[in-house]
Nanobody, 124 residues
Framework: QVQLVESGGNLVQPGGSLRLSCAASGSIFSIDAMAWYRQAPGNQRELVASMPTGGSTVYANSVKGRFTISRDNAKNTVSLQMTNLKPEDTAVYYC??????????????????WGQGTQVTVSS
């Protein structure tokens, strides 16, 4: 069906920058939205930023002005540019997409898909 693969997680010092990328693949018919979530140990998964197709981007208050989400619709990718990183940004970051796909000559969905997660650690 559809797979999401993330990359870019790493260990970075406070104040540093990092760029996460996610590529969607499979028999994609259309993507309604792509987003980034994160989950820190002991916490619930939370929305970081979302970018609906043809809609307005949404950011968590904690990352406004520091993180930027972008999409390449032709390549079915989404990126998250993170600057001025803080220790509280430490988490596993997950790519999310709402996708309709085709199989057997039919279109299915939209369904929600998740990547496997990529670790971001902000520490000196």
């Amino acid at each position: 069906q559809v797979q999401l693969v993330e990359s870019g997680g790493n260990l970075v010092q406070p104040g540093g920058s990092l760029r996460l990328s996610c590529a969607a693949s499979g028999s994609i018919f259309s993507i309604d939205a792509m987003a980034w979530y994160r989950q820190a140990p002991g916490n619930q998964r939370e929305l970081v930023a979302s970018m609906p197709t043809g809609g307005s981007t949404v950011y968590a208050n904690s990352v406004k002005g520091r993180f930027t989400i972008s999409r390449d619709n032709a390549k079915n990718t989404v990126s998250l540019q993170m600057t001025n990183l803080k220790p509280e940004d430490t988490a596993v970051y997950y790519c999310n997409a709402i996708v309709s796909y085709t199989t057997g000559g039919l279109t299915w969905g939209p369904n929600t898909y998740w990547g496997q997660g990529t670790q971001v650690t902000v520490s000196s």
